[in-house]
Structure formats: structure tokens, C-alpha cells
Antibody
Framework: EVQLVESGGGLVQPGRSLRLSCAAS????????MHWVRQAPGKGLEWVSN????????AYADSVKGRFTISRDNAKKSLYLEMNSLRAEDTALYFC???????????????WGQGTLVTVSS | DIQMTQSPSSLSASVGDRVTITCRAS??????LNWYQQKPGKAPKLLIY???SLQYGVPSRFSGSGSGTDFTLTISSLHPEDFSSYYC?????????FGGGTKVEIK
């Protein structure tokens, strides 16, 4: 079964850091670009970041650029999101997602994790 | 950035109704448009990719159309499990952007 499982969320004070992880199984992880998407409580979906299959290139939403860093470890079949200088507006459920076609870094997201909740509050 | 505008933001419908949701892009995105369904507390589910291609396993009552700036998601006959929120998403350029969502509620 193709599966993504996020972890690492929690309550954190403004200005602090947090690292999210996403463990993949059931597919050849290193064939696919991966993405992070977030959803603030009661709000819509917001794309956060992506990374190519080999980790060679990444892109970020303006709202997180310079503060968040996406990375991956293909040997561990894991995706990460390092979040620094956290703000209240970063409070959200963070999903990792796999693209449908391996050779297309921005293809549709066909598999999603269940999400991990990040709450930024003092 | 490409802005995606969905309408309506919510609608009330009955089982068996035909429902159409519209998504408009702020510039032409060819057919680079995806649709997702999301139920409360759950991850989104891919329904339609490339504007009109049905994702494997998605019922055929779902269909998508459009190109350029105007797109539609149609549910030909609402089933009870279709009461949910729906989002469009453009993949034409980064940053990838989503529409604001449409909540389909029971009348």
C-alpha cells in the first residue's frame, strides 16, 4: 500500500524552530518529486514547497521563503521540512504529498499523508 | 502569482442533483488544472488532473472541463458521500496555487 506518514508537529513558541518528517512506503520514493501543503484551521489549502526526486532543486511559497527548508533522504525514504522563525500564521495542518508521475515535478498530488498539526503560540 | 478563484464558495444540493463548480485562473494556464475533494479532518483526494482526466478509482459521475482560464468540475448525480469540500489547483507555474474551495452541503 502506498502510504505517507507525517510526524514532528506540535506546539511551539513564536520565533522557534520545528522539523517535520514524512515517511514514505509502498512506492519507489526516489523516483518522485515531493511537496508540502498546509491548511490553517478552517481555511483552504496552501502550497508550501517542493523538491525534485534527487533533492537537486527546491521551490518555496513566498510566505515561507528564507525560513523553511525542504530536504529528503532517499535512502531512508523520508521527506523533511525544517521550519525556522515560526510565526502565528504558520499554524496549520501540514501535509506531505507525492506527485502522480515521477518525471513531472509539479504533477497532481495523488497520495497525501494524514497531516501533522503545527501550532505556533506563546 | 496565478490567482485561482472558485465559485460558489458554498452550495446546498440534494442527493441526485447535478452540481457544477467553477474555477477561474488570473491568466491562461492551458489545461494545467487539478481538482481535489476534501472531507473534514481528512487529507485531500485527487479527482481530476489535467483539467479533464479522471484519476484512477474516481467514480465516473465526476468530470472536468475547460482550458485557458475557465474550468468546471461537474458531479452528474450527487451521492451522499459527495457532500464535501472541493478545491481546484493550478500547476502551470510555481508557486502552485489553490482556489479558495467550494463546500457542497446537504439541502
Amino acid at each position: 500500500e502506498v502510504q505517507l506518514v507525517e510526524s514532528g508537529g506540535g506546539l511551539v513558541q513564536p520565533g522557534r524552530s520545528l522539523r517535520l518528517s514524512c515517511a514514505a512506503s509502498g512506492f519507489t520514493f526516489n523516483d518522485y518529486a515531493m511537496h508540502w501543503v498546509r491548511q490553517a484551521p478552517g481555511k483552504g489549502l496552501e502550497w508550501v514547497s517542493n523538491i525534485l526526486w534527487n533533492g537537486g532543486s527546491a521551490a518555496y511559497a513566498d510566505s515561507v521563503k528564507g525560513r523553511f527548508t525542504i530536504s529528503r533522504d532517499n535512502a531512508k525514504k523520508s521527506l523533511y521540512l525544517e521550519m525556522n522563525s515560526l510565526r502565528a500564521e504558520d499554524t496549520a495542518l501540514y501535509f506531505c504529498a507525492k506527485v502522480r508521475v515521477g518525471g513531472d515535478p509539479d504533477d497532481a498530488f495523488d497520495v497525501w499523508g494524514q497531516g501533522t498539526l503545527v501550532t505556533v503560540s506563546s | 502569482d496565478i490567482q485561482m478563484t472558485q465559485s460558489p464558495s458554498s452550495l446546498s444540493a440534494s442527493v441526485g442533483d447535478r452540481v457544477t463548480i467553477t474555477c477561474r485562473a488570473s491568466q491562461s494556464i492551458s489545461n494545467h488544472l487539478n481538482w481535489y475533494q476534501q472531507k473534514p479532518g481528512k487529507a485531500p483526494k485527487l479527482l481530476i488532473y489535467a483539467a479533464s482526466s479522471l484519476q484512477y478509482g474516481v467514480p465516473s459521475r465526476f468530470s472536468g472541463s475547460g482550458s485557458g482560464t475557465d474550468f468546471t468540475l461537474t458531479i452528474s448525480s450527487l451521492h451522499p458521500e459527495d457532500f464535501s469540500s472541493y478545491y481546484c489547483q493550478q500547476r502551470y507555474s510555481t508557486p502552485l496555487t489553490f482556489g479558495g474551495g467550494t463546500k457542497v452541503e446537504i439541502k
